[in-house]
């Protein structure tokens, strides 16, 4: 059965909302590397590793939903049966791949690929909402383009912000690390929980606010102290 003209347009809309914005993001992540730029083609794999990522991570979350484990609390839930596992998803190919690259030279280049690691994890996760609701397919677009894909890029800002310490410091690179994989991890946690209460939203959006707010400053910060400022 042929879509008519207006389908068509509907779900070109859709697209442009689900594909468009992690790519956004990362230009923008890209532009704020103020003083030493990253090779596009890393930055390129970086992404594709958060959309590979993200398979293994969906299989993970859909095991141990079945289970029923944290079944008794929506919190544990949100904590350990989602958001430490794609956060540990992200930090996985965060540390396997740019994290062993002599072009990782500043602190904020953790910052960079952790987010842009955290978007395309967030790109792959959007399709397939997408694709899963395909009758109110712009409808989730949107709001995703203004939720959860924001809420990807500062997760892995955050998380970016102390594994680019974590590079340069060797002594305390397993506390960073860690440091960096908890906050990613409870911020993504008290994110969720709301939603899946399905009570008190606003929470969801202070959250959102608060961690862009910190990713902000953290940007800010790694530029500040770039060995490469001046």
Known sequence: MFMTGLEIYYYFIAAFYTILPPIFIVSYIYKKDLYDKEPG?????CFLYGILIAMPVGFLEIFI?????????????SFFGVALIEEGGKLYALMKY??????????YDGILYSATIGLGFAFIE??????GGLDMAREIAMNRMFTAIPAHAAFGV????????????????TRLVITGLIIATLTHCLYN???????YM???FIVLIIALYLSKIAIKKHQDNSPFKN
């Open 158 to 173: 955050l998380m970016g912000y102390f594994v680019g310490l974590a590079k340069f410091d060797l002594k305390n690179k």
């Open 41 to 45: 083609k890393i930055i390129m794999k």
């Open 126 to 131: 959007n399709i397939f909402y997408v694709i």
């Open 98 to 107: 740019p994290f062993k690259l002599k072009d990782f030279n500043e602190p």
């Open 193 to 199: 929980y709301f939603i899946f209460i399905n009570k």
């Open 65 to 77: 939903e079945k289970t029923g484990i944290f079944a008794e609390s929506i919190f544990l839930y």
């Open 202 to 204: 606003i929470f969801t």
